[in-house]
Protein backbone atom coordinates (compact mmCIF):
# COMPACT_ATOMS: atom_id res chain seq x y z
CA UNK A 1 0.00 0.00 0.00
CA UNK A 2 1.24 3.54 -1.02
CA UNK A 3 1.79 5.96 2.03
CA UNK A 4 0.17 9.36 1.45
CA UNK A 5 3.84 10.57 0.81
CA UNK A 6 4.66 8.13 -1.94
CA UNK A 7 1.31 9.45 -3.65
CA UNK A 8 2.65 13.06 -3.18
CA UNK A 9 6.04 12.15 -4.65
CA UNK A 10 4.34 10.37 -7.53
CA UNK A 11 2.40 13.19 -8.33
CA UNK A 12 4.76 16.07 -7.90
CA UNK A 13 7.42 14.21 -9.57
CA UNK A 14 5.02 13.72 -13.04
CA UNK A 15 4.17 16.86 -12.88
CA UNK A 16 0.49 15.86 -11.77
CA UNK A 17 0.63 18.15 -8.53
CA UNK A 18 2.17 21.87 -9.31
CA UNK A 19 3.43 24.48 -6.74
CA UNK A 20 3.67 28.22 -8.09
CA UNK A 21 0.69 31.31 -8.68
CA UNK A 22 -2.42 29.87 -10.58
CA UNK A 23 -5.55 31.80 -11.96
CA UNK A 24 -8.34 28.90 -11.50
CA UNK A 25 -11.12 28.49 -13.55
CA UNK A 26 -13.23 30.64 -11.18
CA UNK A 27 -11.07 33.18 -11.31
CA UNK A 28 -9.67 32.95 -7.69
CA UNK A 29 -5.64 32.49 -7.67
CA UNK A 30 -3.79 29.54 -5.35
CA UNK A 31 0.01 28.28 -4.98
CA UNK A 32 -1.41 25.17 -5.63
CA UNK A 33 -2.76 23.21 -8.61
CA UNK A 34 -3.08 19.72 -9.69
CA UNK A 35 -3.03 19.13 -13.76
CA UNK A 36 -3.83 14.78 -13.87
CA UNK A 37 -2.85 15.11 -17.89
CA UNK A 38 0.84 15.26 -16.48
CA UNK A 39 0.51 11.91 -14.22
CA UNK A 40 -1.09 10.09 -17.51
CA UNK A 41 1.88 10.91 -19.94
CA UNK A 42 3.19 8.19 -17.50
CA UNK A 43 1.36 4.91 -18.28
CA UNK A 44 3.15 2.80 -15.59
CA UNK A 45 2.47 5.77 -12.90
CA UNK A 46 -0.89 5.97 -13.96
CA UNK A 47 -1.44 2.70 -13.98
CA UNK A 48 0.26 2.04 -10.57
CA UNK A 49 -2.25 4.99 -8.82
CA UNK A 50 -4.96 3.76 -10.38
CA UNK A 51 -4.28 0.18 -8.77
CA UNK A 52 -3.42 1.58 -5.54
CA UNK A 53 -6.92 3.58 -5.84
CA UNK A 54 -9.13 0.19 -6.97
CA UNK A 55 -7.48 -1.91 -4.14
CA UNK A 56 -8.71 1.03 -1.38
CA UNK A 57 -12.15 0.04 -2.51
CA UNK A 58 -13.77 -2.36 0.05
CA UNK A 59 -14.19 -5.92 -1.55
CA UNK A 60 -17.74 -5.96 -1.16
CA UNK A 61 -18.22 -2.98 -3.15
CA UNK A 62 -14.75 -3.78 -5.66
CA UNK A 63 -16.65 -7.28 -6.47
CA UNK A 64 -19.83 -6.68 -7.62
CA UNK A 65 -18.81 -3.73 -9.95
CA UNK A 66 -19.15 -5.01 -13.43
CA UNK A 67 -18.53 -1.90 -15.61
CA UNK A 68 -16.91 1.28 -14.85
CA UNK A 69 -17.58 4.68 -16.77
CA UNK A 70 -15.42 8.01 -17.16
CA UNK A 71 -16.69 11.28 -18.35
CA UNK A 72 -14.51 11.92 -21.38
CA UNK A 73 -11.86 13.47 -21.70
CA UNK A 74 -10.13 13.49 -18.00
CA UNK A 75 -11.16 10.28 -16.57
CA UNK A 76 -11.39 8.10 -20.02
CA UNK A 77 -8.00 7.14 -18.68
CA UNK A 78 -8.70 6.94 -15.06
CA UNK A 79 -11.64 4.61 -15.83
CA UNK A 80 -9.73 2.18 -17.84
CA UNK A 81 -7.05 1.56 -15.35
CA UNK A 82 -9.20 1.01 -12.91
CA UNK A 83 -11.56 -1.38 -15.15
CA UNK A 84 -8.40 -3.42 -15.68
CA UNK A 85 -7.27 -3.32 -11.73
CA UNK A 86 -10.95 -4.61 -11.44
CA UNK A 87 -10.57 -7.40 -14.49
CA UNK A 88 -13.98 -5.03 -15.73
CA UNK A 89 -15.27 -3.45 -18.55
CA UNK A 90 -14.50 0.52 -18.96
CA UNK A 91 -17.02 2.45 -20.65
CA UNK A 92 -17.03 6.81 -21.13
CA UNK A 93 -19.38 9.19 -21.30
CA UNK A 94 -18.86 12.08 -23.58
CA UNK A 95 -19.87 15.37 -24.75
CA UNK A 96 -22.60 15.99 -26.68
CA UNK A 97 -24.50 19.40 -27.59
CA UNK A 98 -23.00 20.49 -23.80
CA UNK A 99 -24.50 16.94 -22.56
CA UNK A 100 -23.08 13.95 -21.07
CA UNK A 101 -24.20 10.91 -23.34
CA UNK A 102 -23.39 7.15 -23.88
CA UNK A 103 -23.00 7.78 -27.72
CA UNK A 104 -20.97 4.51 -28.07
CA UNK A 105 -21.99 2.56 -25.51
CA UNK A 106 -25.08 1.10 -23.92
CA UNK A 107 -25.56 0.06 -20.13
CA UNK A 108 -28.58 -2.12 -18.88
CA UNK A 109 -30.26 -2.54 -15.65
CA UNK A 110 -27.60 -5.31 -14.77
CA UNK A 111 -24.82 -3.41 -14.89
CA UNK A 112 -23.44 -1.96 -11.60
CA UNK A 113 -20.99 0.54 -11.99
CA UNK A 114 -18.48 2.40 -10.47
CA UNK A 115 -18.20 6.17 -11.90
CA UNK A 116 -14.23 7.03 -12.26
CA UNK A 117 -12.72 10.00 -12.67
CA UNK A 118 -9.57 11.71 -12.51
CA UNK A 119 -10.29 14.85 -10.39
CA UNK A 120 -13.47 16.23 -8.59
CA UNK A 121 -13.60 20.02 -7.54
CA UNK A 122 -16.92 20.56 -7.37
CA UNK A 123 -18.52 17.18 -8.06
CA UNK A 124 -20.58 18.42 -11.28
CA UNK A 125 -19.30 15.79 -13.77
CA UNK A 126 -19.38 13.61 -11.82
CA UNK A 127 -22.78 13.65 -10.72
CA UNK A 128 -23.83 14.36 -14.82
CA UNK A 129 -22.43 10.75 -15.04
CA UNK A 130 -24.30 9.11 -11.84
CA UNK A 131 -27.43 10.85 -13.31
CA UNK A 132 -26.48 9.31 -17.23
CA UNK A 133 -26.06 5.94 -15.45
CA UNK A 134 -28.93 6.03 -13.37
CA UNK A 135 -31.08 7.22 -16.25
CA UNK A 136 -30.21 4.35 -18.04
CA UNK A 137 -31.24 1.97 -15.56
CA UNK A 138 -27.99 0.71 -14.22
CA UNK A 139 -26.76 0.89 -10.56
CA UNK A 140 -24.19 3.63 -9.26
CA UNK A 141 -22.55 1.52 -6.57
CA UNK A 142 -19.08 3.89 -6.09
CA UNK A 143 -17.37 7.01 -6.77
CA UNK A 144 -13.42 6.54 -7.12
CA UNK A 145 -11.31 9.83 -8.32
CA UNK A 146 -7.69 10.32 -8.22
CA UNK A 147 -7.62 13.58 -6.42
CA UNK A 148 -10.44 15.30 -4.43
CA UNK A 149 -9.96 18.54 -4.54
CA UNK A 150 -12.84 19.55 -2.75
CA UNK A 151 -11.34 18.05 0.66
CA UNK A 152 -14.40 16.13 1.16
CA UNK A 153 -16.75 18.44 -0.06
CA UNK A 154 -18.14 17.34 -2.71
CA UNK A 155 -20.91 14.85 -1.87
CA UNK A 156 -22.28 12.19 -3.91
CA UNK A 157 -25.35 9.15 -2.74
CA UNK A 158 -22.68 6.41 -3.15
CA UNK A 159 -18.93 6.14 -1.15
CA UNK A 160 -16.47 7.72 -2.87
CA UNK A 161 -13.17 6.79 -2.60
CA UNK A 162 -9.77 8.73 -3.04
CA UNK A 163 -6.30 8.61 -3.20
CA UNK A 164 -5.75 11.95 -2.20
CA UNK A 165 -8.19 15.01 -0.43
CA UNK A 166 -6.50 18.12 -1.02
CA UNK A 167 -8.44 21.65 -0.54
CA UNK A 168 -6.12 24.31 -2.03
CA UNK A 169 -5.85 27.68 -0.03
CA UNK A 170 -7.81 30.42 -2.41
CA UNK A 171 -7.50 34.05 -2.85
CA UNK A 172 -9.88 36.67 -4.80
CA UNK A 173 -7.29 38.53 -7.19
CA UNK A 174 -7.66 41.56 -5.43
CA UNK A 175 -6.08 39.47 -1.56
CA UNK A 176 -3.37 36.98 -3.14
CA UNK A 177 -0.29 37.55 -1.42
CA UNK A 178 1.28 36.21 -4.90
CA UNK A 179 0.17 39.01 -6.81
CA UNK A 180 1.10 41.48 -4.02
CA UNK A 181 4.27 39.90 -3.77
CA UNK A 182 4.74 40.07 -8.32
CA UNK A 183 5.13 36.06 -8.73
CA UNK A 184 4.05 35.19 -12.26
CA UNK A 185 0.28 33.92 -12.94
CA UNK A 186 -0.03 31.31 -14.67
CA UNK A 187 -3.48 29.75 -16.42
CA UNK A 188 -3.30 26.04 -16.36
CA UNK A 189 -6.60 25.50 -17.82
CA UNK A 190 -8.22 22.46 -16.34
Known sequence: MLSHDD??????????????????RSGLHSADFFQCANLLRF???AAQLCEELASRIPAE???????????ALGGILVGHEIARALDTISLFAEKQDGKLVMRRFALT???????AEDV??????VQETIDLVRA???TVTAVATLVDRSGGA????VPHFSLL???????????CPLCKGGTPLVHPGS
Open 43 to 45: PRL
Open 7 to 24: IITILSDSGALLKGHFEL
Open 120 to 125: VTRGGR
Open 109 to 115: PADRVLV
Open 136 to 138: AGA
Open 154 to 157: ARFD
Open 61 to 71: IRHNVTTVVSP
Open 165 to 175: QMSPVTWPPAD
